[in-house]
Structure formats: C-alpha cells, structure tokens
C-alpha cells in the first residue's frame, strides 16, 4: 500500500483516531482508521512530530475490525 494513499484517510470526516498505549513507549502514537481516496477502509499507525504527522504503518482493516468499525 502506499504511503500516498494512507495520507488520504486523514481526510475522511467520518474517519476515528484514538491513542495507541502498546506502542507508545518512545513517543505518543496513535490509530486512524478511515476510508482512503480510493474507497478503502485503512488502519494507519502514525505519529506527531514537529507539528507535522508521520505515517509509520498503514493496512486495510481486517473483517473483524470492519465489523467494529461499522
């Protein structure tokens, strides 16, 4: 997947982001999970630094985690 695409969830009103506590021992991380500008539904793992976000991980959501999400 491209990094290009992971951005576009940011984008997504409808998206969720949320604190990632298992992750966040060197610095703050946190999960987004939206759709991207090609209609997919992504889990993006990403970080804040110097005011600017940085994608570190990017995936499309499992079946179960869709159900969720949905």
Do not use: C
């Amino acid at each position: 997947m491209a990094f290009q695409e992971a951005a576009t969830v940011f984008g997504d009103e409808t998206g969720a982001t949320v604190y990632d506590p298992d992750h966040s021992d060197a610095e703050d991380r946190f999960l987004t999970i939206g759709y991207s500008n090609r209609g997919r539904l992504l889990m993006v793992s990403h970080t804040d630094r110097n005011n600017r976000i940085r994608i570190i991980s990017a995936r499309p959501l499992k079946s179960s985690e869709r159900r969720q999400y949905e």
